[in-house]
């Protein structure tokens, strides 16, 4: 069976904090994406669709119905894939998924990536509510299965969501077509590579009890705890040091309560020592992202976006949806249509160059910061500056200082993408 290796690294960080945890009247969203260190990670623009009845539509293994209209969204996404690791779409929301393996097996077979779900979900919602509706809907008639990891050797793993609006936020956590989903209206929670789901279930798949009672997982009497029921009896070691993880990462959330900003998401995701900004056993963070998402319907979403690996020593850098939102070619990567690995037979026998222009420029940065310490110390002050002016710009625009045209907001992202990659030149 296409499964894992107990030993491969594995790990992804959502976070998202509610008033009164926030400091200010919004919803704060953030996302780690732990994935394979030399993946490169692009971030990704579509506008708003209208598809023709009957068409269909190609996701990364299997094709799905595509719907009449979808909604404009900004993607973090690993590049040789169709999903997402983490978005946001036009109405504010915002979903960040994660990997985790239950007591329920995952599939040989090619269907839905969790990433798949994730974009599907934002390109068809307009609240945390309805893609959660989207995303358990797709589950159930397509399945999630298929291989997360650009190589030869199978990497199949169910997952975990955090998704979140203007209002609220919700957990979802799966187990193949099975789920149980967590209401979140006030406070901070965070998840990691396990299941957290307890028995505060807000909703659920209307088979989760009776499978778990036929497989014996649970007695049928008293509470039902799903992620003590689902969780593997015996955990690897590295779903054992999700515990770890997980815990730092509510600790560090707990220690900010009533003053989260986006500021203190940056510093939650760049946090080396808890292990949520990771590079270790082949695994890295390779992109970041953190939204401001204010109560006030006429103000707009904030979404910082890193496209590049290490948070630590990366730029997040803000996106708006506004009139003149494009495309930023320089955090986009090649494609290689028909003969693309992922698409020719068997999968994934060769490799491709999919590194993007940012990506290469800030590779070099890094090996400077590491090498040359006068010069690294300059690079990192640059990018630090460059940071505070996104976030001074946010600040000034949610305050009501600073009220630029729609135009001028949907190139913010650009501007910032282009002036990153003059430091890096």
């Not at 990891?149 to 799966?174: K, M, Q």
């Not at 003053?259 to 056993?281: Q, Y």
């Not at 930023?328 to 037979?345: E, H, I, K, N, W």
Request: aromatic share 8%.
């Amino acid at each position: 069976m296409a499964s894992w290796n107990p030993d491969a690294p594995c790990s992804c960080d959502c976070f998202v904090s509610v008033p009164p945890a926030s400091a200010i009247p919004a919803v704060i969203f953030a996302k780690n994406s732990d994935r394979p260190r030399d993946e490169v990670q692009e971030v990704v623009f579509v506008p708003a669709r209208t598809h023709a009845p009957g068409s269909r539509l190609q996701c990364t293994y299997i094709e799905v119905e595509q719907v009449s209209k979808t909604h404009a969204v900004i993607l973090s996404r690993p590049s040789w894939l169709w999903g997402a690791e983490m978005g946001a779409n036009e109405h504010g929301v915002c979903i960040g998924n994660e990997a985790v393996w239950t007591k329920e097996p995952v599939g040989e077979g090619e269907a839905l990536l969790g990433m798949d779900l994730l974009r599907l979900a934002l390109e068809r919602s307009r609240s945390a509510l309805e893609a959660l509706h989207v995303i358990t809907g797709l589950l159930e008639r397509y399945g999630q299965g298929g291989s997360c990891r650009e190589d030869p050797a199978p990497f199949c793993y169910h997952n975990t969501f955090l998704l979140a609006d203007r209002t609220e936020a919700w957990v979802l956590e799966t187990a193949g077509r099975l789920w149980a989903a967590q209401r979140i209206q006030e406070g901070a929670r965070n998840i990691s590579n396990q299941l957290s789901i307890g028995t505060d279930i807000s909703a659920e798949h209307s088979e989760l009890r009776t499978h778990a009672l036929a497989q014996g997982w649970w007695g049928g009497q008293g509470t039902f705890d799903f992620a003590q029921v689902f969780s593997l009896t015996q955990q690897p070691v590295r779903m054992e040091a999700a515990k770890a993880r997980f815990q730092a990462g509510r600790e560090l959330l707990q220690q900010q309560r009533g003053g989260i900003t986006a500021e203190v998401m940056m510093g939650i995701l760049r946090n080396k020592e808890s292990g949520i900004c990771m590079d270790s056993g082949g695994f890295r963070t390779t992109a970041s992202m953190v939204s401001i998402l204010p109560r006030d319907p006429t103000q707009p979403c904030v979404h910082f976006l890193t496209a590049t690996p290490d948070p630590s020593r990366s730029v997040f850098k803000p996106f708006i949806f506004g009139a003149g939102a494009a495309q930023a070619p320089q955090v986009l990567s090649p494609t290689f249509g028909a003969q693309d690995p992922v698409r020719t037979q068997p999968r994934f026998q060769t490799q491709v160059d999919r590194r993007h222009t940012l990506y290469c420029g800030h590779q070099v940065a890094l090996g400077l910061m590491e090498s040359e310490q006068d010069r690294g110390q300059q690079l990192r002050q640059k990018q630090q500056d460059l940071e505070q002016e996104g976030l001074e710009a946010a600040r000034g625009l949610l305050a009501g200082e600073w009220a630029p045209p729609p135009q001028e907001l949907g190139t913010l992202f650009q501007a910032f993408v282009e002036r990153e990659s003059q430091v890096y030149a």
